[in-house]
Each structure stands twice: as structure tokens, then as C-alpha cells.
T-cell receptor, first 115, second 113 residues
Framework: DTGVSQDPRHKITKRGQNVTFRCDPI?????LYWYRQTLGQGPEFLTY????????KSRLLSDRFSAERPKGSFSTLEIQRTEQGDSAMYLC?????????????FGPGTRLTVT | AQSVTQLGSHVSVSEGALVLLRCNYS??????LFWYVQYPNQGLQLLLK??????LVKGINGFEAEFKKSETSFHLTKPSAHMSDAAEYFC???????????FGGGTRVLVKP
């Protein structure tokens, strides 16, 4: 069990550019979550997947955001036409509801800076 | 709708002193409750969880929390602070039938030597 991994750890981009982040969950986990954390705040839910199905999306996830989990394993989060307000830490978590514990295990995050 | 309130965005304690971090929740159903710790530029690490078993929950690094339904609270304590406890702590609630965590605003702990 190597834990949840995220790539890249840091991304600096110019306003208007597209960015894509990747999350690799713990291998046996069927649930994958994306959260966003701005400076000095707690994480806020963006979306989650059970296997390859995207089951819920937050209102925070505007049309410029899209998330996929094509084979029920890794997931990608894409932000199109980035804005300065998108600067944040993007956290991925995975969990296995089958175990009945509802725990979510977080990755190290991707810090996005939009200049 | 669920919400989580953490009283005090910053707490300063002396090394060896009691750490007390407050968390109150609102939920229409009995919730699952969690405490996470976050070190600078890192993800969140689970400290402990309440899942409707024992109301006093022990976690890692000497932390524990008590679920009090009558007070809708889930305060986190540690009897003796260590320098390595300096971090940000987040309380979170998970609705029994739902899947997303709702976090409080966090409490940053500073430990003075």
C-alpha cells in the first residue's frame, strides 16, 4: 500500500492556460474524491467517483472544471482557461465504503498558482 | 445541511501543556466525525474517527476526542503537547448516507518551548 499519490505537486501557470492534475488512489479503493483548499481554509468538496461513475459534483465545479476516472483507477482533474481565483491546493482522497469505515485517505495535494 | 465550526483559528500552547481544540457540528442525522492533521504543504492525515461506537475515541500521536451528542461537540485533546504537534487541525463530518466530508475552517496550533 503506497498511499494516494498526486502529480504534479506544484504547478504554476498563466491565466487562461489549461492545466491537468492526476491522482492515483490506493489500489483497492473504489471511491475517489477531489477537494479544493484555499489558503487558511478547510478543504471543500468538488466531486467524487465510485469506480468510473461520477456520482456527485459540487456547485464549486464550474463548467471550466472536468474530472474523469476512465477505468475506475486513476483520475484526472482538468481546469480550462484558468483564472487567478483557481489558485489553491487540490487534494485527492480515496476510500473503500465496502469496508464500512467511511475513511478517506488523502494524497499530498497539487498546489496550483495562477499568475 | 451539515456544518462544522471550529472555535479558534489559532491556538498557542506551551510544550507539555494540555491541547484542546474545539469542534461543534450540526447534522440532521447521527454523523461520522473525523479529526485530520495537516503539516505545511502536505495532505491531510487522519488522527481519529467517531463512527457510532465508543464515544471516547483514541487516535494516533496521543490524541483523543469525545463525542457528546447533547452538546453536538467532538473536541480534540492531548494531555501533553509536543513540538511536533505544531500543525493545522481540521474537524470534519460525514453524513451517514452521504460521501463527502464537510470540514471546519481549521485550527492552527503553535507549540512554544
Amino acid at each position: 500500500d503506497t498511499g494516494v499519490s498526486q502529480d504534479p505537486r506544484h504547478k504554476i501557470t498563466k491565466r487562461g492556460q489549461n492545466v491537468t492534475f492526476r491522482c492515483d488512489p490506493i489500489s483497492e479503493h473504489n471511491r475517489l474524491y477531489w477537494y479544493r483548499q484555499t489558503l487558511g481554509q478547510g478543504p471543500e468538496f468538488l466531486t467524487y467517483f465510485q469506480n468510473e461513475a461520477q456520482l456527485e459534483k459540487s456547485r464549486l465545479l464550474s463548467d471550466r472544471f472536468s474530472a474523469e476516472r476512465p477505468k475506475g483507477s486513476f483520475s484526472t482533474l482538468e481546469i480550462q482557461r484558468t483564472e487567478q481565483g483557481d489558485s489553491a491546493m487540490y487534494l485527492c482522497a480515496s476510500g473503500d465504503r465496502g469496508a464500512g469505515s467511511y475513511e478517506q485517505y488523502f494524497g499530498p495535494g497539487t498546489r496550483l498558482t495562477v499568475t | 445541511a451539515q456544518s462544522v465550526t471550529q472555535l479558534g483559528s489559532h491556538v498557542s500552547v506551551s510544550e507539555g501543556a494540555l491541547v484542546l481544540l474545539r469542534c461543534n457540528y450540526s447534522s440532521s442525522v447521527p454523523p461520522y466525525l473525523f479529526w485530520y492533521v495537516q503539516y505545511p504543504n502536505q495532505g491531510l492525515q487522519l488522527l481519529l474517527k467517531y463512527t457510532s461506537a465508543a464515544t471516547l475515541v483514541k487516535g494516533i500521536n496521543g490524541f483523543e476526542a469525545e463525542f457528546k451528542k447533547s452538546e453536538t461537540s467532538f473536541h480534540l485533546t492531548k494531555p501533553s503537547a509536543h513540538m511536533s504537534d505544531a500543525a493545522e487541525y481540521f474537524c470534519a463530518v460525514l453524513k451517514a448516507a452521504g460521501n463527502k466530508l464537510t470540514f471546519g475552517g481549521g485550527t492552527r496550533v503553535l507549540v512554544k518551548p
